[in-house]
């Protein structure tokens, strides 16, 4: 038998197993991605009908935060990464004892708090919209004077696509959310003028090396990332300016894999960081089908150790996302639909408000047409109100 092929010294060889937590449409896509490079995958995940399951090679059932499942789950794997920030901190720090964690738990950490991703933004001398932490009625009354009204009441932890959030208008609706989401303390942010949300997909090697994605347009409605555009339609010199504090960013964290650098350029021109997530990211799906080398593959790339090289976008993009039951009731259109690149996630019950999978659509690289040009190539999945969509990002409206 002839041996394997291998990579560099310091990286995974291509049999080696490279452990995921959390079995999401992310770890989905990642498993896929490693199955290109020749590695197999093994998931933790809360069910065995979970997406990333159907596409692993092995999984471990059980909770985040059990030593026991976690132990069985680091046995069996060279190197562990996670798909989602919405898990155990200290469950992680116990597979860093075991196997190397990329990235690293000290940056969930940061993640998944909002207060924490405001303070490591504050001391990196980054820019962000004004904000204030709320542990107290005080403190709330004090947001609300200096922020004015409206302004957006967040949970620091656990929230998404909109949830665990208020927009209050007065005392009383202040009062109200302050007492309806928990736990505290809360983060106050103030409204911000922008004129698009964009974001950007850096990536760090074991080595330090950083590659970055181009910047990507995002649009939402009810709080969900509805369409992205790559790449965003912003002045050449804000697009190095966007790369650049991404960049920045990833190796203050020291970071070894993904990172998704949410930003709003405001209506003057300039940028605010609005939040991070150290994984792949629902804004970077455009690059399944536009780049040699997409999100997911970088993602395992890093992890594994492997040389991270330019992505190579060659076309342009427009990515759509797939929510609840209508926009899967146009399935069997999208597939028949020339151009569009449909990708599912293997969810069945199609809830409202759940992602159940994407479309990317291509189009050659420097001719993205305009919003109706955008809309009319879509087929079924065309807006008619194309001009007019929310802005809202995806756990906010309107807010840095």
Known sequence: MSPLPRFASNALAPDARIGIVGGGQLGR????????????????????????????????????????????????????????????????????????????????????????????????????????????????????????????????????????????????????????????PLVAEGLVDFAREISVMVARGVDGHVVTFDPTENRHRDGILDISIAPARIEASLAREARAMAVRIAERLDLVGLLGVEMFVTADGALLINEIAPRPHNSGHWTMNACLVDQFEMHVRAVAGLPLVDPGRHSDAVMRNLIGPADVALCGEIIATPGLALHLYGKTDARDGRKMGHVNLLFPRGAMPGEFGIQAALGPLRRDDAPSFQTEPEDAEAVA
Not at 63 to 76: M, S, V
Not at 141 to 158: C, D, I, N, Q, S
Request: charged content about 25%; overall charge negative.
């Open 29 to 184: 896509m990642s498993a896929m991605a490693a199955a290109r490079l020749g590695f197999q995958t093994h998931v933790l995940a809360a069910s065995r009908s979970d997406p990333a399951v159907q596409v692993c090679n092995d999984a471990t059932i059980g909770p985040f935060n059990d030593t026991e499942t976690l132990k069985h789950f680091a046995d069996h794997v060279d190197v562990v990464t996670f798909e989602f920030e919405n898990i155990s901190a200290d469950g992680l720090d116990f597979l860093a004892s075991q196997r190397p964690v990329r990235p690293a738990g000290a940056i969930l950490r940061i993640s998944q708090d909002r207060l924490a991703e405001k303070r490591f933004m504050a001391d990196a001398g980054l820019p962000v919209a004004p904000w204030h932490a709320v542990t107290t009625r005080a403190d709330l009354h004090t947001a609300a004077e200096t922020l004015g009204y409206p302004f957006v009441l967040k949970t620091t932890r656990l929230g998404y696509d909109g949830k665990g959030q208020a927009r209050p208008s007065s005392d009383a609706e202040r009062d109200a959310a302050f007492d309806r989401l928990r736990p505290h």
